[in-house]
């Protein structure tokens, strides 16, 4: 039976070791897995849901799987730089209706997939160069209801050659740059109503690049309103033709500038002319005055 119990046994002796391996293995993939749901939020699948909870600050760790988060609708004034450089499964940020004023350089270093950026009811001011550009696979963008948002920098969307759905209604831009809108090949969908739009000569490339895209781009253009100058005050942007900007392409030539040269001349002289004629006449009459009354006494 010695034998016996030895053969028997054996191959529980060789099986421990791939047990304790299994486990170390299953281990390292849970470990993989990354954090477990933060506090104050809810996960389901890949799905990560923060919104509402009154924070202040983003979650300090996320599932390293995290597909889709959502932080809206809280209080998060500023998010870390490369809070997203392990999170490269995420295909949607919702950071709407928050105390955003920028967001730091290289945010989306990581966050190669990512697809849907809402960005809306913040407190964004600029919209600086390349703020995107590592979020190159970004196709909807919506930067909408940010009162304070009053400059987008001619590379602000520089890299985003995917994107096809961009939101800047209801913001508190003038003018906007024809360079940032450009360099959108992919570009369906554009949403400009709401702007208080200053609607003078810089703005005629701009709406001649708007007439020619808007039978193939989606837009809000009839709500979009110029606010100045008040000769087109509640005019809509599309309703402005060339027409309406042909005194911004008026110039003189050298016979025009010699000619008011010429008149400025004429007005200048006539001028010290009419002046002198009234000082002696006003001189005369005071003499002819003086003599009346020294003849009456």
Known sequence: LGPRVGVLRRPAMLLGPWLVAAAAAAAVVVAGAGAGCPVLCTCRGQAVDCSGQRLFSVPPELPLDTGNLSLAHNRIASIPPGYLAC???????????NSLEALPAGLFMGARRLAHLDLSYNNFSLVPADMFLEASGLLRLDLSHNPGLRRVHPDAFRGLAQLRELDLSYGGLSAISLDALEGLPGLVG????????????????????????????????????????????GAPLLSLTEESFQACHLTLTLDDYLFIAFVGFVVSIASVATNFLLGIT?????????????EDV
Request: hydrophobic share 35%; proline share 6%.
């Open 282 to 294: 006003a001189n005369c009459c005071h003499r002819w005055s003086k003599a009346s009354e020294d």
């Open 87 to 97: 999170y490269g499964q995420l295909r949607a940020l919702d950071l709407r209706n």
């Open 190 to 233: 554009l949403r400009l109503g709401g702007n208080p739009w200053v609607c003078g000569c810089a703005m005629e490339p701009f709406l001649k690049w708007l007439r020619g895209r808007i039978q193939r781009c989606a837009s809000d253009s009839q709500l979009a309103e110029c606010r100045a100058p008040p000769e087109v005050a």
